[in-house]
């Protein structure tokens, strides 16, 4: 205890982590592997051909800060959460994922469980590189990938209405178009 009473650490500060996932997505062959590997300094397959990467790469990357022992010390806390970010480099996006097309439904599964996008749109032409599109085109490559995200976002509310709708079947209702409505 210091002179104010107040209870000092004993030993080292306790590191702890506190994290934040980034799924990295875009088309097939787009560069996704690639910034993957030079953000975490991890191993994974860097080809030229679509759906080289079909299970996610993860990395975990702590956030360097050298405020938090300070901050430890001027709290008087014994234990440090420095945060870390979890990447994972997912399968290639393709039009029509939303309806199963190319690794559509394993891609959108992987996706859902990160709390962040980061997107790659190649934007070079390079005749020795494949585009799954046949061409570059970086406008229309972004708008296959939000049309498919919102689309598989459309179907998980129609799934989730229908299973609240079933619930409301099977015990005390409430009229549930009224209370989506409210929400508008």
Do not use: C
């Not at 299973?163 to 209702?173: E, H, I, Q, R, V």
């Amino acid at each position: 205890m210091d002179q104010d009473g107040v209870r000092l650490p004993v030993g080292p500060p306790r590191f702890e982590f506190m994290s934040l996932s980034i799924g990295i997505v875009g088309l097939p062959n787009v560069g996704k592997s690639t910034l993957f590997k030079a953000l975490t300094k991890k191993q994974a397959l860097i080809a030229n051909y679509p759906f080289a990467t079909i299970d996610p790469n993860v990395g975990i990357v702590e956030v360097p800060d050298d405020r938090l022992v300070k901050l430890a010390e001027v709290s008087k806390s014994d234990k440090i959460v420095p945060t870390v970010i979890e990447f994972t480099d997912i399968a290639g996006l393709v039009k029509g994922a939303s309806q199963g097309e190319g690794l559509g439904n394993k891609f959108l599964s992987h996706i859902r469980e990160t709390a962040a996008i980061v997107q790659v749109v190649r934007a070079f032409s390079d005749p020795d590189v494949i585009h799954v599109g046949g061409h570059v085109n970086p406008q229309e490559d972004l708008e296959i990938i939000g049309v498919e995200l919102a689309l598989a976002d459309l179907d998980s509310a129609k799934k989730y209405l229908s299973n609240l709708k079933s619930k409301a079947k099977s015990g005390p209702t409430i009229a549930l178009e009224e209370r989506w409505a409210g929400d508008s």
